[in-house]
């Protein structure tokens, strides 16, 4: 997938519009286009907040995640300090796009 | 170990702002948004860490029914961003005993688990928020 066929899945705010049509490999060409690289650390995140949306049908704000992240992974991994590294832009907002999630309505 | 705050404010900026907020639900689910909008501003408040509870009254009390049929209307089901409430720390819901009675229920038979008060308390739970928010 190139750079135009991945925009023109998106929204004008970058979030995918179909939210079916995601895939692994969809996440890694829209992670693409920003320039960003997806390590197995980010994959975990983009997991639980797929998790999250499955069971609550919400895009997580930084506090449910933080505490997602801490029950399934531990206090290290539990901590808004470690998700602003690994998404320094908005760890919700960043990790709901890859994650191909609706944005998430009440982060800042 | 407190959030990082996500506003740029510094934390005693916010601090100063914090006020308890009450919002009432107070429609039968897929009346209308207001229980959804409700509960966006609940949402809303958890990311400003400004503490929430939460009044299902009247007809309100039947959004916490299991069992709805959203899909027969075309409808979100609320439920299960009820059920998130936690992952917030809005964890303060009230329901009253007439309500329960009015309907034939019981704490049970909700999907949250509310405190039971009386009309005589519900004057004075209103009383002890900074604010009252009733869509």
């Keep these: ?108 | 170990m407190p959030l990082l705050c996500p506003t740029g404010l510094s934390p005693l900026a916010t601090e100063a702002m914090k006020k308890n907020i009450l919002l009432i639900f107070r429609n039968p689910p897929f009346a209308n948004s207001s229980n959804s909008d409700t509960l966006d501003i609940a949402l809303a408040c958890s990311a400003f860490e400004l503490p929430v509870s939460l009044l299902f009254l009247s007809d309100g009390i039947l959004q916490l029914l299991n069992h709805q049929q959203a899909e027969l209307l075309a409808q979100k089901d609320l439920r299960k961003r009820l059920n998130a409430l936690a992952m917030y720390d809005i964890e303060d819901y009230y329901v009253i005993d007439q309500d329960l009675i009015r309907y034939q229920l019981s704490v049970e038979d909700l999907s949250l688990a509310c405190k039971v008060i009386t009309q005589q308390q519900l004057a004075a739970l209103i009383r002890q928020f900074d604010t009252v928010i009733n869509l």
């Design chain 1, 1 to 108: 997938m190139n750079k135009q066929q991945a925009l023109a899945l998106l929204d004008d705010e970058g979030y995918l519009l179909d939210l079916a049509l995601w895939d692994q490999e969809l996440a890694e060409a829209l992670a693409k286009v920003d320039q960003f690289n997806l390590t197995s650390k980010h994959w975990e995140v983009i997991y639980i907040i797929r998790e999250f949306y499955q069971e609550y049908q919400l895009s997580p704000a930084m506090r449910p995640l933080v505490k997602m992240m801490a029950n399934k992974y531990g206090a290290e991994k539990g901590r808004s300090i470690y998700l602003l590294k690994l998404f320094p832009q908005s760890p919700p907002k960043q990790a709901a796009r890859y994650a191909g999630l609706p944005k998430p309505l009440n982060c800042l």
